[in-house]
């Protein structure tokens, strides 16, 4: 995955409807400069999300993977997606957990 995470905005409808299930707390919000909000929000670490696994059925995609900071891993994510007719993410939930892994870590 791109490491900017401002680069996921190019991917999003203005209207995005968004949820983002976090250990502290959800994060939602009703529009792209929401989760730009969002993510300028963040600390800034050395983060990466790592795909291992994705699947799409329709205009709902679905991918599952771990983040890792500075290389380590620190928790696995779920997250769904409906495209628009323009190809755009017009929804976006995620669920990210440091506590159970759907799927093993890769081994480092």
């Known amino acids: 995955m791109d490491e900017d995470p401002a680069k996921a905005l190019e991917l999003m409808e203005p209207d995005l409807r968004f949820l983002i299930a ?12 929401d989760f730009a909000a969002y993510i300028e929000g963040r600390n800034p670490v050395d983060r990466v999300h790592e795909v291992l696994r994705y699947c799409a059925d329709g205009d709902t995609e679905m991918v599952y993977g771990v983040v890792t900071e500075a290389g380590e891993p620190v928790g696995a994510f779920h997250s769904a997606a409906v495209v628009s007719p323009n190809g755009l993410l017009a929804r976006y939930q995620a669920f990210f957990s440091t506590t159970f892994a759907l799927i093993d870590w890769p081994s480092r």
């Open 22 to 33: 976090l250990p502290s707390g959800d994060v939602a919000g009703k529009s792209k400069a």
